[in-house]
Antibody
Framework: QVQLVESGGGVVQTGRSLRLSCEAS????????MHWVRQAPGKGLEWVAV????????YYADSVKGRFTISRDNSKNTLYLQMNSLRGEDMAVYYC??????????????????WGQGTTVTVSS | QSVLTQPPSVSGAPGQRVTISCTGS?????????VHWYQQLPGTAPKLLIYGNSNRPSGVPDRFSGSKSGTSASLAITGLQAEDEADYYCQSYDSSLSGSWVFGGGTKLTVL
């Protein structure tokens, strides 16, 4: 079945780096844009970043721009989020999510129809 | 604060109808971008509940419906059931500044 499995979360000190992975299965990964969405403890959902199906378009939330990098390896069906200069406010459960349809560039008019179970990032001082 | 505004909480008794509002602006909902709704049960990942303002993915009961007008959207739940108790989020695209995908702050639905 269609599935996304995140990994790579853990405890990291302020200012350090961490790389999250999201392995996809059950669909043609290389045809769909992918997102990272995070949820701080007890808070709502916050969109983090998006990457187009081929990696040619990437956009970030202002809160992570310049510190986080989204990437993908379509040969491995895997999405990544490289997080540098981590701050306390980056502490959250990070979800990867799939675009609902396959778009030529980015899907501005569609939702995210498949989500992973999330991986937890804890930033300690 | 979120670009899309939702009430923090709503409640209703089993069998009743509740609605959750999502208010945006001329840069997102009012600009014609579609609104999508997600249900997040306690301790689980979000699930797409309504897409394209009013469409239900397969498997979502028709007790759930969505609508959009102007710069706002609404999620309605009829025949409220205990298992509907969850957090609900609206989501759209915002074209201001560099552009971004945006979520509402979320609404906690309590079934009394």
């Amino acid at each position: 079945q269609v599935q996304l499995v995140e990994s790579g979360g853990g405890v990291v000190q302020t200012g350090r780096s961490l790389r999250l992975s999201c392995e996809a299965s059950g669909f043609t990964f290389s045809s769909f844009g992918m997102h990272w969405v995070r949820q701080a403890p007890g808070k709502g959902l916050e969109w983090v970043a998006v990457i187009s199906y081929d990696g040619s378009y990437r956009y970030y939330a202002d809160s992570v721009k310049g510190r986080f990098t989204i990437s993908r390896d379509n040969s491995k069906n895997t999405l990544y989020l490289q997080m540098n200069s981590l701050r306390g406010e980056d502490m959250a459960v990070y979800y990867c999510a799939k675009d609902q349809i396959s778009c030529p560039a980015l899907c501005h008019y569609y939702g995210m129809d498949v989500w992973g179970q999330g991986t937890t990032v804890t930033v300690s001082s | 604060q979120s670009v899309l505004t939702q009430p923090p909480s709503v409640s209703g008794a089993p069998g009743q109808r509740v609605t959750i509002s999502c208010t945006g602006s001329s840069y997102n909902i009012g600009a014609g971008y579609d609104v999508h709704w997600y249900q997040q049960l306690p301790g689980t990942a979000p699930k797409l509940l309504i897409y394209g303002n009013s469409n239900r993915p397969s498997g979502v009961p028709d007790r759930f419906s969505g609508s959009k007008s102007g710069t706002s959207a609404s999620l309605a739940i009829t025949g409220l059931q205990a298992e509907d108790e969850a957090d609900y989020y609206c989501q759209s695209y915002d074209s201001s500044l560099s552009g971004s995908w945006v979520f509402g702050g979320g609404t906690k639905l309590t079934v009394l």
